[in-house]
């Protein structure tokens, strides 16, 4: 379960094991580099993950007439591009942070990419008792060092349909807590078919129709078993909320139907590093950092959809593809009548 959790959340890798010494050593040399480190670094991660809940909202635009109901579990992966594994980090940005090697503009992975080989900084900070003093560490890799090349998202959705041509749909995660993690997902739709106005619809051989669908992410991760830092109720939030705006056709034949569409995403995803951190350096003891940084990320863009689906009786299976800024693949198991 942590593993598949970890997946979904790859803004938390900074916060794994891999990553606790250096966040120590980033605090150290400055909140506001440690932030700006973490920004870039968790970028690509949560703007892969706000393409990837936002699939399979539709497998047709044939909208359910009153009272019809589909039931779905519904599982999306949204592909990792090289560009989205590396990111240019100019240390001439930071107060307190430069390459060990030359120069000091440098490509370094990303949540999603990996160091290979390792790639290591330097870190200033001020002793209260020795001075300027400087630490070497290793800048964290991403989920890349696992060859994990996929972003996935699962849930169940339900939909049924409402007055003429409108249908109603909403998906949700439960609540799945470990001793760590916290995760929760929930959406809803609405979807209405326009060509339902027309006198001859039912002659028509394909449907078209409008859906706006909203999805919510809530995730928390318990810092206290895996940080090296002295401190209380440490702990990563993320909030991360998203918009679909979709305009759909599709075929309305008895067993295959093939349906495509071109939509509009927005979203944003917010990751707060909250608690108290006292940074350690040597003998001496900093002052109490309070609730470090916040960190945020906005998505907008077009995409579209290419997907068929197969319909036997209660039983309906349908697959999909996404072209965006994160490419994305889904597959449905629904089951439901009209």
Known sequence: ??????????????????????????????????????????????????????????????????????????VNAASVKDEHKSFEMNTDLY?????VNDPSSQSVATALGDNDPSVMVELTYDDPIFGSQTEQIELPTGIGSGNVNLLPTAFIQAGVGLFKGTEVKVR???????????????????????????????????????????????????????????????????????????LIASTKLPVINFYGGLGYIKGTSESDLLGTYKVSNGLVTSDDIVNPFSVSSEVSGVRGTIGTKLKLGFFRLNAEYHLAEFDAFSLGVNFGFR
């Open 1 to 74: 379960m942590k593993k598949i959790t970890f997946s979904l959340f790859v803004f938390l890798t900074v916060f794994t094991s891999k990553a606790q010494n250096d966040l120590d050593a980033l605090l150290a040399a400055g909140v506001d580099d440690a932030e700006r480190f973490a920004n870039d670094y968790l970028m690509p991660g949560t703007n892969g993950l706000m393409y990837s809940m936002n699939a399979n909202w539709f497998n047709t635009a044939d909208a359910k007439p009153l009272g019809g109901f589909e039931i779905s579990v519904i």
């Open 95 to 99: 107060n307190n942070v430069t390459f």
């Open 172 to 246: 949700f995660v439960p609540k799945i807590k470990t001793d760590d993690v916290s995760l929760s997902m929930y959406g809803g739709a609405l979807q209405h078919e326009f060509t339902k106005w027309l006198p001859a619809d039912k002659l028509l051989p394909i449907a078209i129709s409008g859906l706006v669908a909203y999805t919510h992410l809530d995730g928390s991760y318990d810092l206290t078993n895996s940080s090296n830092i002295e401190g209380e109720n440490q702990r990563v939030e993320n909030k991360t909320s998203t918009w679909l705006f979709q």
